[in-house]
């Protein structure tokens, strides 16, 4: 009884983990593209940034960025000084 309520259990785990894995795909949403820096600014006062250890080239900022890949890769044309950091203030 043991034997069979392991493999059950185990079976179980192995099913939901790849039913999970189909909504993880299906629920990325695209990022939301803003018209300038601006309007990015309003939601993420510190710009946004590629990744977690992008540093910045302008000099010293007041905010620290929002780490995003999908979201600066929508908005790269905003990085006017190509530092993988958006609009940052």
């Known amino acids: 009884m ?3 309520s392991a493999v059950v259990l185990s079976l179980g785990l192995i099913l939901s983990f790849f039913a999970g ?3 993880v795909a299906t629920a990325k949403t695209k990022a939301k593209k803003y018209k300038n820096c601006t309007e ?3 939601k993420y006062k510190g710009g946004v940034a590629r990744t977690s250890s992008a540093k910045n ?3 010293k900022t007041h905010y620290k960025p929002y780490v995003s890949k999908a979201l600066y890769d929508a908005n790269k ?3 006017r000084d190509h530092d ?3 609009c940052e203030r």
Do not use: P, R
């Open 21 to 23: 894995s189909d909504s």
């Open 57 to 59: 080239k302008g000099g």
């Open 40 to 42: 990015l600014n309003k």
């Open 2 to 4: 043991k034997k069979i």
């Open 84 to 86: 993988f950091i958006a």
């Open 77 to 79: 044309k905003l990085d």
